[in-house]
């Protein structure tokens, strides 16, 4: 079993940054995927972007060069660098881990945080 506790949500200005962090624990942390989604009511949960036990790194197009995603394996944490905020950018952000390597679906992840909101104010 794998925890994930979500952090850092807030409200920000368009231009601004957020950093959000992804606690973990439980099995090993290092063996597994994790995933960023983000989530706007009445829609579909959204793949913002991963890091793999490679250090493989993958983001959606819509966030590519604003966005980065990295882990501390000694802390178990991943964290995910917001910046130019956009209003688009709003929505509910969720943590998840897969087993899979280059997993981009929000299906083929095995656990979930609750979500931290991100507000962008223009």
């Known amino acids: 079993q794998v925890q994930l506790v979500e952090s850092g949500g807030g409200l920000v200005q368009a231009g601004g940054s957020l950093r959000l962090s992804c606690a973990t624990s439980?099995?090993?942390?290092?063996?597994?995927?994790v995933g960023w989604f983000r989530q706007v009511s009445g829609k579909e949960r959204e793949f913002v972007a991963l890091?793999?036990?490679?250090?493989?790194?993958t983001y959606a197009d819509s966030v590519e060069g604003r966005f980065t995603i990295s882990r501390n394996n000694a802390q178990n944490t991943v964290y995910l660098q917001l910046s130019s905020l956009q209003p688009s950018d709003t929505a509910v952000y969720y943590c998840?881990?897969?087993?899979?390597?280059?997993?981009?679906?929000?299906?083929?992840?095995?656990?979930w945080g609750q979500g931290t909101q991100v507000t962008v104010s223009s």
């Open positions: 439980g099995r090993t942390f290092n063996g597994y995927t």
């Open positions: 998840a881990a897969s087993q899979l390597l280059r997993p981009t679906l929000a299906p083929l992840y095995d656990y």
């Open positions: 890091v793999n036990r490679n250090d493989y790194t």
